[in-house]
């Protein structure tokens, strides 16, 4: 497969050069984005595709119709990879956008348009885990050793997608220039029902409560486990060895109780607080 073994340096970031080159960046960020754009931004395994899911189902109404035929990646495409130009929607309407990106690259564009940006965040303990299995199916990935290996990486900010907490505190850092609505997967998994509301509120798009009824049970994990435009199932096995898991993994909060021993915890902590004590930001997770 093309570029497999490529990693692309960009802002200061490790990038999988599988989707992502140095003119598909370039392109990215001289983006011209429209009032109406919706971006999705997260740092990976946060619940991007989750977060895609329901702002397809409240720009539909509940209607299922494109979320059960067109992959996630072509209703909202990660706009710094290299597909981008060929999926982007080219609709009157709210185009829903997706980045990895860090916000420093993206702010002056997104000021300058005033395009709205939701930022899902999720607690790092349970993002490591998760993208510590995402990398052993994803073949893009560089094979991630052994948990602790990937842990220290992941603290020190030297995998793919760089540090969570220069990401997170880039974007949210933000919110008082930028139309930012923040959300944590936390608190999508508590009371989904109630974030749809806040979220469709907040695009102007307000709900009745047979469409939030419906958004709630299609974006419910089991109900998304099966969808195959959004469990990454269409793609080959080359890219993504389902024999080494699934992408629609647990779906849970608090799985790193099941894979930190209390040393790795305890580092865990520490790097935590260090790297979040010039930050007043508010976090709807548990640490411990
Ligand atoms: P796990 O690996 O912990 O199960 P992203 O889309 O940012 O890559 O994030 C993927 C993570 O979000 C995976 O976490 C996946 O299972 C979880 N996820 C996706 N849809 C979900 C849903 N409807 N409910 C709960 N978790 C979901």
């Known amino acids: 497969m093309d570029r497999m073994q490529v990693t692309e340096a960009f802002a200061g970031v490790a990038l999988p050069g599988h989707m992502h080159t140095a003119e598909s960046l370039r392109f990215a960020s001289g983006f011209q984005f429209r009032d109406t754009d919706v971006l999705i931004a997260t740092y990976p395994k946060s619940g991007t595709t989750w977060m895609q899911e329901i702002l397809t189902l409240i720009l539909s109404k509940g209607d299922p119709e ?45 000021r300058q348009a005033k395009a709205k940006v939701i930022y899902v965040a999720r607690n790092p303990k349970d993002v490591v885990v998760s993208f510590y299995h995402f990398h052993k199916m994803a073949k893009f990935l560089p094979d991630p050793g052994s948990f602790e290996d990937f842990l ?47 979220i469709a509120d907040w695009l102007g798009f307000p709900l009745q409560p047979e469409e939030i009824r419906a958004i709630e049970q299609h974006c419910s994990f089991s109900s998304m486990r099966e969808n195959a435009m959004v469990n990454y199932t269409l793609i080959p096995c080359e890219i993504m060895d389902h024999s080494q898991g699934r992408f629609m993994r647990k779906g849970m909060v608090g799985d790193w109780k099941d894979h930190f021993s209390p040393l790795q915890n305890m580092l865990f902590q520490k790097i935590y607080k260090e790297e979040m004590q010039d930050s007043s930001l508010r976090f709807h997770w548990a640490m411990d």
């Open 152 to 198: 220290l990486h992941f603290l020190d900010g030297t995998v793919q997608y760089g540090s969570w907490f220069q990401h997170i505190k880039g974007w949210l850092g933000q919110q008082l220039d930028l139309d930012l609505f923040y959300i944590t997967y936390e608190e999508l998994h508590k009371d989904l029902s109630r974030s749809v509301e806040r």
């Open 66 to 110: 494109s979320a059960t035929t067109i992959p996630n990646w072509a209703r909202a495409p990660w706009l710094e990879q290299t597909y981008f130009r060929d999926v982007l929607p080219e609709t009157g309407g709210p185009r829903l956008i997706t980045t990895h990106l860090p916000c420093q690259v993206l702010a002056p564009a997104l």
